[in-house]
């Protein structure tokens, strides 16, 4: 799969593809509750066959508490990987609402593939 998708006038831009069971999207811009339907679908908590989501957030400019939440809700029921150095804007929101807590973190894509992450308790 690789789906392509601009949102809002172009000022989000999500990428999808997989590899195996591991889907991973590529965010870029400015995601907020007037353009989230293209992450919505890529992070797909119902998604057959998806194991583990990976999160590319290195061109994430903005997210606001509605995209937050489509990234958060797959991490209730599988792995969700954030692939490289998280924008400061980001990080800082993933620690002011206590979320980084629900993402595993890896250097790369390549790394949070195939990383080994600890069992879902549940």
Do not use: C, K, W
Not at 1 to 14: C, I, L, P, W
Not at 44 to 58: C, E, K, N, S, T
Not at 60 to 85: I, K, M, N
């Amino acid at each position: 799969m690789n789906r392509d998708t601009q949102d809002a006038g172009a000022r989000s831009h999500v990428e999808t593809r997989s590899e195996g069971d591991v889907r991973i999207v590529v965010m870029s811009g400015e995601f907020d509750m007037d353009n989230v339907a293209a992450l919505r679908t890529a992070m797909d908590p119902a998604a057959p066959g998806v194991a583990r989501y990976v999160l590319d957030v290195a061109g994430v400019t903005f997210v606001d508490s509605t995209a937050l939440s489509v990234l958060l809700l797959p991490a209730l029921e599988r792995p969700v990987v954030l692939a490289g150095t998280a924008p400061a804007r980001l990080a800082r929101l993933l620690e002011l609402t206590g979320a980084d807590i629900a993402f595993a973190t890896a250097p790369d894509v390549a790394e949070a593939t195939t990383m080994q992450l600890p069992p879902r308790h549940g």
